[in-house]
């Protein structure tokens, strides 16, 4: 091993608080060289006995729905109550874009030059997979760091709801006002993973509207199966601008925390997401192992093609694929 | 190989209408046995070019809906207007019970005897994708066979509307009287995978009831995003007892056949649902061969308890469970 670093010296400043320190760990868990990659998982190792312990929440919402505003507020806030707030993104569109729903720190620039809050952008490209995987490990870490709370922001493209909803306690949708035209555009499925609704931006002329909105979704809610059992999942207006309603997105956190401590929801759900993790992550190393070949991706597309034209069966194509000398 | 059969007997007789041979092969199809899946592959290749002629039609609903009541009376006006009408069923939870929703064949006594109709049973036990393969490759013997609808019953288990959803046209969800009741019990997503929802039982002292039910899933469904592009998902009362309203949803199917069928909607669709289906069937064998040994599933299990007790991270299980003398 080329690559030596102090591992004691690392667990004692990341549990000590250094962000220096956390974010290099993320590094190593986030690279693709094989070297990092151990250290960082060595250090995660370590400080596995340390995590656990923050309140996971994740936070989605359309394009405009002022998901940052909303975390740069709500996390300012509870840094001056005296919480420790780590801020993490999954964006599955930044390999597209080459960019990032966090890249740009100046979204938030308050939050993130407060000393009680931790801001790391999305993890570079990868299969979602992968990012699926950096995302948990690196959540983990700010747990072991001492950070109480971790928000976890995402942009509704693809599977991202999904993945997001499998890797925290409380899933929040941030909705603008008018339901009715924006459910139309609104992935499907996705109010019904939503632990609470929160109707963002009811300051000046638009609160009358956002208050309207608050009903709406509540009426709809009240026709859907909660996200988690037991859970009536309310829907909220707030002002990110005003700092309004935020202490009551607090407060409802904080009693879902405690029913579901009580009826052991909480601790079930963390276990399963974990297990579901690991099969996922086997699945994962399957398809990537078997796929490791050019030659055997481009057997696949060109079998898909023939699957596509109706040239061969399903079942055959997919033996074909896996025949030893498949060269199609 | 010891089992020969003439093939172009088979391919004739189906063509030709035998429900016998069409039986005999699906009985190929769904065998456990490696001959007869060959026999069965061969089979359908052949008559693979004489599929896709069909409308595919899904039908799901909790129990007690009246599924089996709703299929009898559809497919009887069905088989009466001149149509050949295939019931499949998809059922995972066959495996646990050991029955299966169309095993007791009484349930669909007169549709059984009618000679337009073939009403199949749920496929034994088996994986989820077994069960998925089988049951896409029965819908285009059917098809072959020159069955013009084909209806695919399933119950709410599991990922089983999914694997229905993902194998059909249209997707019907049969309801009761009573939204507010019964949503607060459905599975959630399922109102967002339905082409049409039908309120059964739409008779006698329940009729006025089974109205208002219409227009509060009405009303829902105006503030959720449709199952296919450029419908919207009507909702209907029905009487499968007094045949009523059975023409209406015959002639809404059709109506969103014509509209789908203009803007390539349906083609598309089907196209996707078969590459899908070729990428399922890829996961599953990869799953399949990688746990063929009885060794690696007893280590996957081991790993699993460690994983969720905290006493191992994800990444070390997996990377356990590829090395080559994984033993735990």
């Known amino acids: ?78 840094c001056d109550q005296g919480y420790k707030v780590a801020v993490l993104a999954i964006d599955p569109s930044s390999s597209l874009t080459g960019g990032s729903i966090l890249g740009d720190k100046t979204r938030m620039e308050e939050l993130a030059k407060n000393p009680r809050a931790f801001i790391r952008p999305s993890p570079s490209a990868g299969t979602l997979g992968g990012v699926h995987k950096k995302s948990r490990e690196t959540m983990l870490l700010c747990e072991a760091a001492g950070y109480d709370v971790i928000l976890v922001e995402t942009v509704g493209v693809g599977q991202s709801e999904t993945i997001v909803r499998g890797m925290v306690d409380f899933f929040l949708l941030l909705a603008l006002t008018g339901a009715g035209d924006e459910l139309q555009g609104m992935k499907k499925g996705i109010m019904e993973l939503a632990d609470a609704i929160v109707v963002n931006k009811a300051d000046g002329a638009n609160e009358k509207l956002a208050k309207k909105t608050v009903a709406e979704y509540k009426q709809i809610l009240h026709f859907l199966a909660p996200s988690t059992p037991n859970w009536t999942t309310p829907a909220l207006a707030v002002s990110s601008l005003y700092k309004k309603g935020l202490d009551v997105v607090w407060n409802t956190i904080l009693s879902f925390q405690k029913s579901m401590l009580e009826n052991s929801v909480w601790e079930n759900r963390r276990k399963e997401q974990t297990v579901d993790w690991y099969k996922t992550m086997i699945i994962d190393r399957l398809y990537d192992d078997f796929f490791s070949s050019i030659e055997k991706k481009q057997s696949m597309k060109e079998l898909e093609q023939l699957v596509r034209g109706e040239q061969m069966t399903v079942s055959q194509a997919v033996d074909e694929l896996f025949s030893s000398n498949s060269k199609q």
């Open 1 to 78: 091993k080329k690559l030596l670093i102090d591992e004691e010296e690392y667990i004692r400043e990341i549990r000590s608080g250094s962000r220096l320190h956390l974010a290099k760990a993320i590094t190593f868990i986030e690279s693709t060289v094989s070297d990092q990659q151990v250290i960082g998982q060595r250090l995660l190792k370590q400080l596995l006995p340390y995590t656990g312990n923050s309140i996971r929440i994740g936070i989605t919402g359309v394009p405009g729905a002022g998901k940052s505003t909303f975390i740069e507020a709500f996390g300012k806030m509870l």
